[in-house]
């Protein structure tokens, strides 16, 4: 029958025609012979099957099954449609089958994150990429500094930028600001100048490159001596503290602009320094970025170039 459908395009197509859910419920009624075996292949309650073959029925204008002792039986008319809508399921099968070689597939992008950066920067706007790009599937993983279960198309670092066989692209983080909860310097008193720092304890991350030297030497101060330093194992941490009011901290600017801007950290006399270090989104070099990765790259620089860091 189907060998004849070429010579039908000519010709307008009834203007009823059952559901493809219809056809299925008659076919596999047809093979189970009840409704209840049709709706447990079909994942579909036995009022429901029982509804898509009236539907059916009513459009061919006849009963397509008895009831005997044995369950459902095909009539006469049921014979003669049963084996035609069979043969165009497994048509319209082989048809979505045919084009799954044209079909273009997600792009998927897979980044390693460090989490400061991702709690902090990315997560909070990254809506608005997704919101532009719906068609690319972004994965985001920990980034792990001496290899990984899966390979990434790109990771973000933090450092000076140079990384062998990396290509680097600069976000932000160089532009890095002293900061402290009011309720510190409400108990021991402003800060005017570094030297004041000497009465306060800081908060310090070891493993972070921002170090107190460095911002003492961009401060022009020879040796900078705090009440004591409190060390913390994440960095997250270190902004927490500062949060609570436990001492002063270094953090690039980008990372806390909601804590400034709604006065839970403030800048004392507008201290901080400019350092070599920040974050960088970096690919393999020995390949070209994907066409996905080009587009969210560029996503990524502009959102950084428009909080108009000091760069």
Known sequence: MLSDAPSLLSAPLPRRLPSTMGLRVVEAVARHGSCSGAAD???????????QLRGVEQI???????RNRRGLEPTEAGHAFIGPAREVLVALASAVGG???????????????????GDRWLVPRFSRFAEEHPEIDVQFTNF???????AADATFRFGEGDWPGQQADY??????????????LARLGPIGDVGDIARFPVLDHPPTPLRWGEFAEANTVADLVPQRVIRFGFYALVIRAAIAGQGLALVPRALVVEELSGGRLVNPAGLGFRSRHGYWLTRPADRPPSPALVLLRDWLVAEAVGMQEAR
């Open 99 to 117: 084009v799954a070689g044209f079909r273009q597939e997600q792009p998927m992008l897979r980044l390693h994150v460090l989490p400061i950066l």
């Open 171 to 184: 976000l932000f983080g160089r532009d890095v600001a002293l900061v402290a909860a009011p309720d510190l």
């Open 60 to 66: 061919v204008g006849a009963s397509l099954f008895a």
């Open 144 to 150: 792990v500094a001496h290899g990984t279960a899966e």
């Open 41 to 51: 292949e079909l994942n579909l309650t036995q009022s429901a099957v029982s509804k």
